[in-house]
């Protein structure tokens, strides 16, 4: 499976960004998917994760209120609607997809089937 994040930038304070992730190779649309970020010196936590079906979703704390993943109708692109973001969210945000696990609070990142590459998110206050 081969997955393309896109979508980050530069946003002020309480601004608003939408990223996409793209997946391709078979089966793809049966994986589950999720967002992951990794700030300056931290490690990589998890953001966001939604199950192959696109009903069961999970978001850490920080998130919830302002964060919304999605998939799209053919299940093979996933996206996160970021709204009212802030300094502390600035990071590179990491597309993930595991054939197994629902990506959620106790997932950690070693555990990951396949990545995409990084896109950086910048907030500016």
């Known amino acids: 499976v081969q997955l393309q994040a896109s979508g980050g930038g530069l946003v002020q304070t309480g601004g608003s960004l939408r990223l996409s992730c793209a997946a391709s190779g078979r089966t793809s649309t049966l994986y589950n998917m999720g967002w992951f970020r990794q700030g300056p010196g931290k490690e990589r936590e998890v953001v966001a994760g939604?199950?192959?079906?696109?009903?069961?979703?999970y978001y850490v704390d920080s998130v919830k209120g302002r964060f919304t993943i999605s998939r799209g109708g053919a299940r093979n692109t996933m996206y996160l609607q970021m709204n009212n973001l802030q300094p502390e969210d600035t990071a590179v945000y990491y597309c993930?997809?595991?054939?197994?696990?629902?990506?959620?609070?106790?997932?950690?990142?070693?555990?990951?089937?396949?990545w995409g590459k990084g896109t950086l998110v910048t907030v500016s206050s």
């Open positions: 939604i199950s192959w079906s696109g009903i069961t979703k």
């Open positions: 993930a997809a595991d054939s197994q696990r629902q990506i959620g609070g106790s997932t950690t990142a070693g555990a990951i089937d396949y």
